[in-house]
């Protein structure tokens, strides 16, 4: 039962966070600095965002609205291994 609480409680995040990301890529593109300081904030702060899909997602948003390649590992603001 926590196991299922815990992924919903998850996908809520990461879904809340895409979707925050993907409208600051689209809508503020000057700002996208900003959003990419803020994804490794998030990443850092919110453990679960340290999946390969999830930080795949994140960089492909960041990718658009920079307009230069940033990977999952750029996103990782220390050493720390990708789930």
Do not use: C
């Not at 600051?24 to 990443?43: C, N, R, V």
């Not at 899909?53 to 307009?67: F, H, P, Q, Y």
Request: aromatic fraction near 6%.
């Amino acid at each position: 039962m926590l196991n299922v609480m815990a992924t919903k409680t998850q996908f809520l995040v990461v879904s809340a966070f895409t979707e925050e990301l993907e409208w600051t890529a689209a809508d503020l593109a000057e700002k996208a600095e900003i959003a990419h300081g803020t994804a490794q904030s998030y990443i850092r702060d919110y453990p679960m965002l340290m999946d390969k899909r999830v930080l795949k997602k994140i960089a492909t948003a960041l990718t658009s609205a920079l307009g230069r390649k940033i990977t999952p590992r750029d996103l990782i603001a220390d050493e720390a291994e990708i789930a």
